[in-house]
């Protein structure tokens, strides 16, 4: 069974920071959580911030400069630490993560956490 656990989402004023998590873990799986992705309301998922197995990054231009995406690959957990928010990121925050067994491959999403930013 595949598991995404999220946390850090919340309420926070206009110019605040949130850190989210996003643990990934499976029995019998190779799970590789990659990347943060939002829906706010009316409006269609998109990708956030990606991370590589190697490092490497590429951000939404709408976030670069103020989110950042780190992984912890001891934990199997990626982070996405986000500072100078405005009320546009609220929305749901999403991880996904590639998952194998065997030759087959497939990306599994988590529940969600909410991100509300007031100004």
Do not use: H
Request: charged share 15%; net charge positive; glycine share 12%.
């Amino acid at each position: 069974q595949v598991q995404l656990v999220e946390s850090g989402g919340g309420l926070v004023q206009a110019g605040g920071s949130l850190r989210l998590s996003c643990a990934a873990s499976g029995d019998t799986f190779s799970i590789n959580p990659r990347a943060w992705y939002r829906q706010a309301p009316g409006k269609q998922r998109e990708l956030v911030a990606a991370i590589s197995s190697g490092g490497s990054t590429n951000y939404a231009d709408s976030v670069k400069g103020r989110f950042t995406i780190s992984r912890d690959n001891a934990k199997n957990t990626v982070y996405l630490q986000m500072n100078s928010l405005k009320p546009e990121d609220t929305a749901v925050y999403y991880c996904n993560a590639a998952v194998s067994s065997g030759s087959r491959g497939w990306y599994y999403w988590g529940q969600g956490t909410q991100v509300t930013v007031y100004s």
